[in-house]
T-cell receptor, first 106, second 114 residues
Framework: GENVEQHPSTLSVQEGDSAVIKCTYSDSASNYFPWYKQELGKGPQLIID?????GEKKDQRIAVTLNKTAKHFSLHITETQPEDSAVYFCAASTIFGQGTELSVKP | DSGVTQTPKHLITATGQRVTLRCSPRSGDLSVYWYQQSLDQGLQFLIQ???????AKGNILERFSAQQFPDLHSELNLSSLELGDSALYFCASSVAGGSGNTIYFGEGSWLTVV
């Protein structure tokens, strides 16, 4: 079955810096890669997604890149703000990575 | 608010007991998913139903079972509970059953087994 590895498990950045989270997947048939943000006490919320026919997608300060050959995809957050602090999950279809706890220090 | 409703929000029960978690999907969604989230295991996919039928199975224990009813709500039954079953259980839903559909999560049900 599909397996998703996510790194790093924790990430601390200064406000205004960029943050990058990386994921790899195992099933070459996977074609949908969503990213979720989970705030304390809440359910994961979709923030951006990318499909296998696209290499990059951007939405304001958030961008995702996908390398199907290497089977890895990344989340980039620019100009980070304290409210970006949360746990971020990548997924390949329904299988999730282990999560990255992002802390943005003012 | 994702539109996915889960009850109860919190539940405390003893080892060996059985509990049922309930989920109502977003209006119009035909597929329901169950996930378990514990501190050291991330979001573990348990099972997916589509229009009343089991569509995919993940790491669901034999002590656990689920079903989706004709009105599309779903229940996750957890029996012979152990301390290690303490976790946050999420229900999620999507419009269709394929792997490329966006899934929307509820707020979760906190289960504590004592």
């Amino acid at each position: 079955g599909e397996n998703v590895e996510q790194h790093p498990s924790t990430l601390s950045v200064q406000e205004g810096d960029s943050a990058v989270i990386k994921c790899t997947y195992s099933d070459s048939a996977s074609n949908y890669f969503p990213w979720y943000k989970q705030e304390l006490g809440k359910g994961p919320q979709l923030i951006i997604d990318i499909r296998s026919n696209v290499g990059e997608k951007k939405d304001q300060r958030i961008a995702v890149t996908l390398n199907k050959t290497a089977k890895h995809f990344s989340l980039h957050i620019t100009e980070t703000q304290p409210e970006d602090s949360a746990v971020y999950f990548c997924a390949a279809s329904t299988i999730f990575g282990q999560g990255t706890e992002l802390s943005v220090k003012p | 608010d994702s539109g996915v409703t889960q009850t109860p929000k919190h539940l405390i029960t003893a080892t060996g007991q059985r509990v049922t978690l309930r989920c109502s999907p977003r209006s119009g969604d035909l597929s329901v998913y169950w996930y378990q989230q514990s501190l050291d295991q991330g979001l573990q996919f348990l099972i997916q139903y589509y229009n009343g039928e089991e569509r995919a199975k993940g790491n669901i224990l034999e002590r656990f079972s689920a079903q989706q009813f004709p009105d599309l709500h779903s229940e996750l039954n957890l029996s012979s509970l152990e301390l290690g079953d303490s976790a946050l259980y999420f229900c999620a839903s999507s419009v269709a059953g394929g792997s490329g559909n966006t899934i929307y999560f509820g707020e979760g049900s906190w289960l504590t087994v004592v």
